[in-house]
């Protein structure tokens, strides 16, 4: 096991993790907790399979089967075409020639393999994930391969989303939300069923080993690179990864190895839905009140369904305003348009098909080099957090689940409780 103990963000405690830690003993829920590794000094593992090779850094105590690790690459074609000199892509799905083999299609794996590798006193007990779609797809694949049970919740729009290469093991169940609603309606879902005895939280953001799964690709790009990069873009739903990803860059300054600087954060949303956006341009640590009514109707219209989360971790200390405030960094949007165009054109000039969340985050290094916002020879990370998709489902014959049960969004909690009870007797 990773020799580790975990620190509150608040009030500096140090603990042990002994029972699926989530938050602090003090009960400081205002803050995120965070890993204290004993081995400062990152010794990457090349012969352990996939992820685990980064298993210094990962609060783990096995390894699974399956894992994929992220890859990342020096751009030629891109780099070209903006006039950058240090563009490094972090890839995350599917693309065997570079090495790339998540199987999912997304960085959503990274969490789900280091999620379920980590000590866990609920193994009697049945997991509950909520999701937009990616991450219940990577926690389905990893539960289902190694027989993990596992509750996931999701919208029902995002039914599309859970497709796999083989059919899921019946460990593995999913319910929904009604048509129309989004993944905050499918956490409120979880936080119902996670009332009863049998079921436990994952943790989403609160959970050490989600983060530090995320974090990897900013392992994979700094052994790469040979420095921490002077910035790190990506498309974000809750953060979470931008989180992950200051937190890593603060343990490679440890290191003392690979650079002393904070990367800037360059996070982005899509247009019409930017409740971070909105707060951070308005100098807010909280975000803006927005109708329920509203938020949804604003989700319905993104194309990157996945960056669609109305409660993330923001203003929580450790949050996404820290490490953006920390780093100097900023909050960008990208319309459907420039979503869509950003995502023609790395296919054109790199090679491979990326998700929409990808194409924000294109889109957005794109427009931050025609602005002028970006030195040319900069070292730069391209998070691009999901890819090869349309090409793994023209190489494979995908199986399509369904949900075992779609709940009304006034749907009695005591009835859902009944419902979800009997799928696992």
Not at 280 to 297: I, Q, Y
Not at 332 to 344: F, R
Not at 388 to 401: A, D, M, N, Q
């Amino acid at each position: 096991m990773t020799d580790y103990v975990l620190e509150s963000r608040c009030c500096g405690k140090k603990f042990r993790d002994g029972d699926w830690e989530l938050d602090c003993p003090n009960k400081d829920g205002a803050a995120l907790i965070f890993v204290q590794y004993a081995k400062k000094q990152l010794e990457v593992k090349e012969y352990l399979p996939g992820l685990y090779k980064f298993s210094d850094w990962l609060p783990i105590c096995r390894t699974l089967e399956g894992s994929g690790a992220p890859v990342t690459y020096k751009s030629v074609g891109l780099a070209k075409e903006l006039g950058l000199t240090n563009l490094y892509v972090t890839f995350n799905g599917y693309w065997p020639e570079k090495g790339a083999f998540m199987m999912t299609g997304a960085f959503k794996e990274c969490e789900a393999y280091a999620v379920c590798a980590r000590i866990n006193q609920n193994s009697d007990k049945i997991m509950v994930v909520a999701s937009a779609g990616n991450t219940a797809r990577a926690f389905a694949r990893v539960c289902s391969e190694n027989k993990i049970p596992l509750l996931l919740c999701i919208p029902a729009d995002c039914v599309d989303a859970m497709w796999s290469a083989q059919p899921l093991n019946p460990c593995v169940k999913v319910i929904a939300t009604e048509s129309g609603s989004d993944y905050f309606d499918a956490i409120y879902l979880s936080n119902i069923i996670c009332q009863m005895e049998q079921f436990y939280p994952e943790g989403g953001a609160k959970n050490v080993a989600r983060r530090d799964g995320m974090g990897t690709t900013v392992l994979s790009a700094v052994t790469t690179i040979g420095r921490i990069p002077d910035y790190y873009f990506q498309a974000v739903g809750s953060g979470t990864g931008a989180i992950a990803a200051w937190e890593a860059n603060k343990r490679f300054i440890v290191d003392g190895r690979y650079g002393k600087n904070l990367m800037k954060l360059m996070v982005s949303q899509n247009i019409p839905f930017t409740p971070m956006y909105d707060a951070w341009k308005k100098g807010s640590r909280n975000l803006l009140p927005v109708e329920d009514e509203t938020a949804r109707r604003q989700v319905g219209e993104i194309c990157a369904k996945v960056l669609s989360n109305r409660k993330p971790p923001y203003a929580v200390k450790g949050g996404l305003f820290d490490a953006l405030t920390e780093t100097g960094g900023d909050i960008l949007v990208a319309t459907n348009e420039e979503t869509l165009s950003a995502m023609e054109v790395f296919q054109r000039l790199e090679g491979c098909d990326i998700e929409p969340a990808a194409g924000v985050a294109t889109a957005s290094l794109i427009k931050a080099v025609e602005e002028g916002r970006i030195a040319k020879d900069a070292v730069i990370m391209l998070n691009i957090t999901g890819g090869g998709i349309g090409r793994f489902k023209k190489e494979h014959k995908l199986v399509y689940t369904q949900p075992d049960y779609i709940f009304r969004l006034d749907a009695d909690p005591e009835f859902v409780k009944k419902t979800v009870s009997g799928l696992f007797a």
